[in-house]
DNA sequence: CAAAAAATTTAGACTTACCTAAAATAATAT
DNA sequence: ATATTATTTTAGGTAAGTCTAAATTTTTTG
């Protein structure tokens, strides 16, 4: 099938995509996978011939039908590796991403399927995240960052968007964790930091931070 | 740590010194690994820069300590998520070998120990070999192959020398499971077979099936 | 023991996935 | 609209791990 550098390209154009609207720019690549942008260039277009994106010189890539799919097994199978590490290895949420990175690239249909079936078809990984199905099918739940929400509501934190570990420990050490109630109580406009509180304490985030929390509406 | 190419040549060395005798050829390595000769050499001496084994021009090669460390612990975890898919993910004896090559290459000490404890410290894995512990210890239990039984005496068939699934999918459909009572009951000198029989009932087998059975001795 | 055969190594080449430096193109600013 | 800057691509190179063909060394045989 896929060789490893190809799946983790497809993974990261399928993450940059929803991050930033279609046509990913070479750039934004190398920046996700720390590499330089001409290796970059030499991957596009073997992946193009794959077809696997579409790509035009200068006009950055976007995935085809077939590298939507590609992509969203590899997700799958690093949110399924992420679930048992987690609920059958007791390992911690901020320990598993980067032996998920590992484990995703092992090939064979019926070992996902399996392990799907072993952990009960867990619907969302340890970070919030959504876990595809066996056709690639993936429930979108549109949630909140909350650089995006007024000062006074409140929302269930349901997520991050980085996986990991240092932002997962400062979580930790915040006493933030999934499932949470998180209210915004005040935004500086001098630095953009955000002063919120949950059910037992208040505290004061970054934007940076505030951007990676992903919270679900509530009255 | 050490590449994937390169554990698997360690994993070769280690066997092959087990069922030859120290001094492994650059020959049986190849036909082992499924590759050419001068592959091998090449990689020999790359494992020789880093003290894994002991390489002299023409002469064969042997593990030192180090490098017979580094193969128990590729063996460990190739034997660790061998029991994993068969005791977990209701995988058969013959479906799981070639899951475990890609598998046992995840790099994590503390995924591997985990997954140990998880399985409850399992001693041999599904093929009747032992599982090397956390430090690099592995019970050898001496066994015999059927080839080197008189005729007459009988044993418990504990383990298979060669663990692809053609071979396994073999036992099965003749019935022969770990755990069996087998009898020799006869040697045809003109082709080397053996007539075996289990409690149930009784065929014949080329030498060749006979060498990749292992019987543990019973009055 | 010398010749033939077998095993092993060397030489040179290929692929994948990277890299740096230079060239080309696109975007922005004056 | 042109000049400057930023982005992207091309050109050429490297390391790992493989290959084929040729050279070398060891082993076997008459
Ligand atoms: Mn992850
Ligand atoms: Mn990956
Ligand atoms: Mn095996
Ligand atoms: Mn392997």
Known sequence: MYSQAEENYLKTIYALEKDFGNEVSTNLIAGKIKTKASSVTDMLKKLANKEL????????????????????????????????????????????????????????????NKLDAFLRFPKLDPHGDPIPDAQGRVLLSKTLSIKDMKI???????????????????????????????????????????????????????????????????K
Chains 1, 2 share one sequence.
């Open 53 to 112: 994106v579409i790509y035009k010189r200068y006009q950055g890539v976007y995935l085809t039908e077939l590298g939507r799919l590609s992509a969203l097994k590899v997700i799958r199978k690093h949110r399924l590796w992420e679930c048992f590490l987690v609920q059958k290895l007791q390992f911690n949420w901020d320990e598993v991403h980067d032996i998920a990175e590992q484990l995703e690239h092992v090939k064979s249909e019926l070992l996902i």
């Open 152 to 218: 006074g509501t409140a929302g269930i934190f349901v997520g991050v968007k980085d996986s990991s570990s240092v932002f997962l420990q400062y979580l930790n050490k915040k006493n933030l964790a999934l499932g949470d109630k998180i209210r915004v109580i005040d935004i500086e406009p001098f630095d953009d930091s955000y002063h919120i509180e949950t059910k037992t304490h208040r505290l004061v985030i970054t934007s940076n931070v505030a951007e990676n929390l992903c919270l679900k509406n509530v």
